[in-house]
């Protein structure tokens, strides 16, 4: 099993770019996240899925949109990037069975916004 | 409001010297506890949890951790360590006010260790 992946792993844009991160599971979880890490503050909720066709807002949502068509997929967008976006963006999930607290993190995506 | 504080953004300590991560929460109700480490580079990975069973955990490469319910604190620790070690270490408390199971981050401390 790979686990949780997200795509890319590095990206640069322009101001006012739009950009869409990947992230997918083989766990057949239910529940997946999208954080942000910015040094000194710890990992901030930007929006979540309790299962396909469904997203709910986080600790952060303002400028990311998310869908989860699949349920192995969770999409992370960018309309319009702002330098305040830069950040490492990571991908978790869980299951919905045993131990509930218990995430499993992607490897990250180092976003820069210049 | 749940919140978790780390004590000291960087910690330095000479490898074989014990290693000691502060952590303190803050919640009437003893919460779910985890201790996660990030070496350079790479993703995050659970190093262990505190789940009520039993106040001192131990977890993967040495570490453990003891949880004091009087102190709301759930420090981790090692005995001796090793340049391996170098990893910033995230201390994360469970939402309890949150019915998806949320988790509350601390802001990290970096481990650095002198050879």
């Known amino acids: 099993n790979a686990g949780v992946t997200q795509t890319p792993k590095f990206r640069v844009l322009k101001t006012g770019q739009s950009m869409t991160l990947l992230c997918a599971q083989d766990m057949n979880h239910e529940y997946m996240y999208w954080y942000r890490q910015d040094p000194g503050m710890g990992l901030r909720l930007i929006h979540y899925s309790v299962g396909e066709g469904t997203t709910a807002k986080g600790e952060v949502p303002d400028g990311y949109n998310v869908s989860r068509l699949k349920k192995q997929n969770f999409l992370l967008g960018l309309e319009s990037a702002a330098p305040s976006q830069t950040s490492v963006y990571f991908c978790a999930s869980r299951r919905t069975t045993g131990f509930l607290y218990e995430q499993y993190f992607g490897p990250g995506t180092r976003l820069t916004v210049t | 409001a749940q919140s978790v504080t780390q004590l000291g953004s960087h910690v330095s300590v000479s490898e074989g010297a014990l290693v000691l991560l502060r952590c303190n929460y803050s919640s009437s109700v003893p919460p779910y506890l985890f201790w996660y480490v990030q070496y350079p580079n790479q993703g995050l990975q659970l190093l262990l949890k505190?789940?009520?069973?039993a106040t001192l955990v131990k977890g993967i490469n040495g570490f453990e951790a003891e949880f004091k319910k009087s102190e709301t604190s759930f420090h981790l620790t090692k005995p001796s360590a090793h340049m391996s070690d170098a990893a910033e270490y995230f201390c994360v408390v469970s939402d309890e006010r949150d019915s998806n199971y949320q988790l509350i981050w601390g802001a990290g401390t970096k481990l650095i260790i002198k050879p």
């Open positions: 505190y789940t009520s069973a």
